[in-house]
């Protein structure tokens, strides 16, 4: 068994995640996509005029790529703190944790992780996520 990593080999493990956003994935796909294309094409123009559209569509599909995955991502600003905090309303017992917050044009992220995680008989291990959509 400790060559599975002390599991039973008949349980099903946690899913392995993609190692980024899928929507992030999507656009950095669709803009290679669009350079690759132009690529092939930019045989066909002439002169000194192939370095300018050269220039240009690259610069284009850069800044609509990064307006893009600005847009949907929710990684704009991210802030981390440790502090000593009591965990719950009215008790004096308090604990040691982690506060994260990520803003972003997508939303708001509101970590809080216990250091160590097991305190107070509980698992302290908090990910909130406040999405806002028009």
Known sequence: MAALGHT??????????????????????????????????????????????LLRVVTSLLIGAVILAVNFSSEWSVGRVSTNVTYKAFSPERISADVGLQVGLGGVNITLIG??????????????EFPWHL
């Not at 190692?19 to 092939?40: C, K």
């Not at 250091?115 to 909130?128: C, F, G, S």
């Open 115 to 128: 250091t160590p995680v097991q305190q107070l008989n509980e698992t302290i291990d908090y990910n909130e």
């Open 8 to 53: 039973f080999p008949f349980y099903t493990g946690p899913k392995p995640t993609f190692p980024m956003d899928t929507t992030l994935a999507v656009i950095i796909t669709i803009f290679l996509t669009a350079l690759v294309t132009f690529v092939i094409i930019l045989p066909g123009i002439r002169g000194k005029t192939r370095l300018f559209w």
